[in-house]
């Protein structure tokens, strides 16, 4: 059973009409999400970037598969593959209705959601996700082309809401740096 979605709308149809914008760089995003980490501290976060009807995973870390795999081989199990925006994921959702989602325990989500967490990928790589917060990414129009998904905050089961303010504060103050994307 897949989730409908309710895409969130903004702007003019006109917009549909103009030019797609350059691509952003990914060294534009690894700097976005190495600031993430600097100010988050969370333990593994992605950088998802919305092409077409996919969201490609941009930028990714992962401390503790870093560690056991070195960095090169986690980048490479982190980013090698792209998430179809039409699976009930968490990232799809906060894509689509641009409503960030802050989940305390991923393996509890109640089955009402409009969304699921996929424990396939913590299986395969022997890792616990416990603690998901999902936010949209803007540009410098305020429109929304990804998701910043942080993983397990530090020393805790949660993400607080001083860490959530410090997540939407970090998204404000680099929308201007990313450009306008529509």
Do not use: K, M
């Not at 299986?123 to 999902?134: E, F, G, V």
């Not at 998701?147 to 504060?169: M, S, T, Y």
């Amino acid at each position: 059973h897949r989730a409908d979605f309710q895409p969130a709308t903004g702007g003019a149809c006109a917009a549909a009409a103009a030019p797609a914008p350059p691509p952003l760089s990914d060294d534009a995003l690894a700097r976005l999400l190495a600031d993430a980490r600097d100010r988050i501290a969370a333990e593994a976060a992605t950088v998802f970037v919305r092409e077409g009807t996919t969201l490609r995973f941009a930028a990714s870390y992962n401390d503790v598969l870093a560690a056991r795999l070195g960095d090169a081989a986690a980048q490479q199990q982190l980013t090698s593959y792209g998430l179809p925006l039409n699976e009930r994921s968490i990232a799809s959702y906060v894509a689509l209705t641009h409503t960030p989602v802050n989940i305390p325990d991923a393996y509890a989500i109640a089955p009402g959601a409009p969304y699921t967490f996929n424990p396939q990928w913590d299986r395969r790589n022997d890792y616990r996700t416990r603690s998901i917060l999902a936010l949209p990414l803007r540009d410098a129009d305020g429109h929304v082309f990804g998701v910043l998904q942080l993983i397990n905050p530090p020393g805790g089961f949660a993400f607080d809401e001083a860490l959530v303010r410090q997540a939407g504060v970090l998204l404000a103050d680099w929308a201007p740096r990313l450009g306008r994307r529509r």
